[in-house]
């Protein structure tokens, strides 16, 4: 398991349901991110975190929510999703904001919306 | 706005058949350029960071290289094992994250 824990590994979620992802770090990183990975397309950065703070908000639909109670923790709450939002989410931290070498991802989360 | 365009999309290579994967990248003061590989239901691994043009970076059977508008993944006698997604991304500029290209898929054959 790498230092970045993400869960559930797997979601279905119907269109009216409310369901959020969680996102863990263990690293002691200052930055957290999260990322919506489609085939063949590059990773899209939705929301990003340094200290707790949000400091990008990359034109993301409302339908989405990120929550950052601390350092350790992101979690990204979704409802009323569109079967276009189903993807691989990942969450990802490094020691500080663009420290790409530091970069660690998780395992992502495999959601479907039906 | 930093770009980054990554090809092939997708490359078959027999065991043993050494290749190169390319990016090319757009950007206004590049201070770094990433390498990571993503395998099938896992998030991506850092492999390689570049700062400057001529610059080399080895491991194992992968070296990465870069000039002022492009980094090659070279990969030498490449194994099943090798099989993977290849990403590159670069940070420029003022940017605070980093900019990804779509990927390369490997696949190598025994």
């Known amino acids: 398991e790498t230092g970045v824990t993400q869960t559930p590994r797997h979601l279905v979620m119907g269109m009216t349901n409310k369901k959020s992802l969680k996102c863990e770090q263990h690293?002691?990183?200052?930055?957290m991110y999260w990322y919506k990975q489609s085939a063949k397309k590059p990773l899209e950065l939705m929301f990003v975190?340094?200290?707790?703070?949000?400091?990008e908000n990359n034109s993301v639909p409302s339908r989405f929510s990120p929550e950052c109670p601390n350092s350790s923790h992101l979690f990204l709450h979704l409802h009323t999703l569109q079967p276009e939002d189903s993807a691989l989410y990942l969450c990802?931290?490094?020691?500080?904001?663009?420290?790409?070498?530091?970069?660690?991802f998780g395992s992502g989360t495999r959601l479907t919306v039906v | 706005e930093d770009q980054v365009t990554q090809s092939p999309e997708a490359l078959r290579l027999q065991e043993g058949e050494s290749s190169s994967l390319n990016c090319s990248y757009t950007?206004?003061?590049?201070?770094?350029l990433f390498w990571y590989r993503q395998d099938p239901g896992k998030g991506p691994e850092f492999l390689f960071t570049?700062?400057?043009a001529g610059e080399e970076k080895e491991k194992e059977r992968l070296k990465a290289t870069l000039t002022k508008k492009e980094s090659f993944l070279h990969i030498t006698a490449p194994k099943p094992e090798d099989s993977a997604t290849y990403l590159c991304?670069?940070?420029?500029?003022?940017?605070?994250?980093?900019?990804f290209g779509s990927g390369t898929q490997l696949t190598v054959l025994p």
């Open positions: 990802a931290s490094s020691q500080d904001l663009g420290q790409g070498n530091s970069y660690t």
């Open positions: 690293l002691g990183h200052n930055a």
């Open positions: 975190y340094s200290l707790e703070e949000r400091v």
């Open positions: 950007v206004s003061g590049l201070r770094g």
């Open positions: 570049l700062y400057s």
């Open positions: 991304a670069v940070l420029g500029g003022s940017a605070r994250q980093l900019t």
